[in-house]
């Protein structure tokens, strides 16, 4: 027979066991494949639309559809932005000053076939896509970027985020002028890219930084925000 402190105690230690396995199950329904890295398919190195006509029908888009794009479409993207282009120079598809690449991008995923939506970081050497947490932050990120709409819908959202010392330790005060041009190389090749996948993009530099930064839990500084997508 149990007396009455024996009880409180032994229903104390089956109550504490609820809650930890309620938190753990909690954490792992968002923490579930952090860290796992996924090899993206290789990008086409050639394609139907030419630079001109790219230049040319390159426009802001602000409204899209929430149509999943494929695996090898968020490759094509990823690889326009930061992909190796040279594999003795390790040189990449956007001119960064003396070569010190600034630029770690992070994918905000909504709507990819073959991933889970999520937080991603491309990891350039390995063409491939590194899972920080899962989990659809869409809403979250638009809340971040003084709450346009599009940010909702689009199925993806990259971000371009820098760490100045990589520039600024060889080029003092002047690298902070090169980090701002390389974004701008960036999202061109980006935006470009977009017209030849027929997605949309626009180039947003609204957004809260700090809450960004909150957001994405990184240290580096986010300069553009591009959503991606199928335009409505």
């Known amino acids: 027979m149990i007396g009455r402190t024996g009880f ?8 504490k066991k609820i809650i930890f396995l309620l938190v753990l199950l909690f954490s792992l329904s968002f923490s579930k494949g952090d860290g796992m890295i996924k090899k993206l398919p290789p990008p086409k190195l050639r394609g139907k639309v030419s630079v001109e006509e790219a230049i040319l029908r390159r426009r802001s888009c602000r409204e899209f559809l929430n149509n999943a794009l494929t695996l090898e479409e968020l490759s ?15 040189y990449r598809a956007a001119p960064s000053a003396g070569a010190t690449f600034p630029f770690e ?24 896509i590194e899972l920080l947490r899962t989990g659809d932050i869409r809403d979250a990120l638009c809340k971040s970027c003084l709450g346009q709409e599009f940010f909702k819908i689009a199925p993806i959202t990259i ?16 690298g902070y002028r090169y980090v701002a041009m390389e974004a701008g190389h ?3 090749n980006l935006h470009l890219q977009c017209v030849s996948l027929g997605l949309g993009t626009v180039m947003v530099g609204a957004f809260y930084d700090d809450r ?7 240290e580096e500084e986010p300069l553009y925000i591009m959503p991606v997508g199928r335009p409505k």
């Open 8 to 15: 409180f105690q032994r229903y104390d230690m089956q109550f």
């Open 76 to 90: 094509q993207l990823l690889w326009s932005c930061q992909g190796i282009t040279d594999s003795i120079s390790g």
């Open 105 to 128: 991008i992070y994918i905000v995923v909504g709507n990819v076939a073959g991933i889970e939506a999520g937080l991603y970081h491309y990891i350039v050497k390995k063409h491939s």
């Open 159 to 174: 971000i371009l985020a820098a760490r100045y010392e990589r520039t600024t330790q060889r080029y003092g005060e002047r």
């Open 186 to 188: 960036i999202g061109e």
């Open 212 to 218: 960004v930064k909150k957001l994405l839990e990184i």
